[in-house]
């Protein structure tokens, strides 16, 4: 599977944007997915991530009550919906695919086999 992620951009702190993650492929809906992050000089942080059939959801702690994921098997799509964004959100954010949809949701981002390239975000007033 091809994962492509958009929605970036430049945000006040306080306000919100929302990725998207575009998938190739039939599989899609299948798999477990999974945002992750990554600020210039630190390890990938993992943000949130949603189950193949959208029933269960996990957050890291710095984003819960904040963000939201979400996906749409239809449209072949999981989002990430960012609200009262801080300073602190900027980083480049990355979607990610787990093929093991028996297992729960992971944080670790060896448990995933499939990356899009990343979409910058930047909290700036």
């Known amino acids: 599977v091809q994962l492509q992620a958009s929605g970036g951009g430049l945000a006040q702190p306080g306000g919100y944007l929302r990725l998207s993650c575009a998938a190739s492929?039939?599989?899609?809906?299948?798999?477990?997915m999974g945002w992750f992050r990554q600020a210039p000089g630190k390890e990938r942080e993992f943000v949130a991530a949603?189950?193949?059939?959208?029933?269960?959801?996990y957050y890291g702690d710095s984003v819960k009550g904040r963000f939201t994921i979400s996906r749409d098997n239809a449209k072949n799509t999981v989002y990430l919906q960012m609200n009262s964004l801080k300073p602190e959100d900027t980083a480049v954010y990355f979607c990610?695919?787990?093929?093991?949809?028996?297992?729960?949701?992971?944080?670790?981002?060896?448990?995933?086999?499939?990356w899009g390239q990343g979409t910058q975000v930047t909290v700036s007033s």
């Open positions: 949603i189950s193949w059939g959208g029933a269960s959801t």
């Open positions: 492929g039939r599989t899609f809906s299948s798999y477990h």
């Open positions: 990610a695919a787990d093929r093991d949809s028996n297992r729960r949701l992971q944080s670790d981002t060896n448990a995933y086999d499939y």
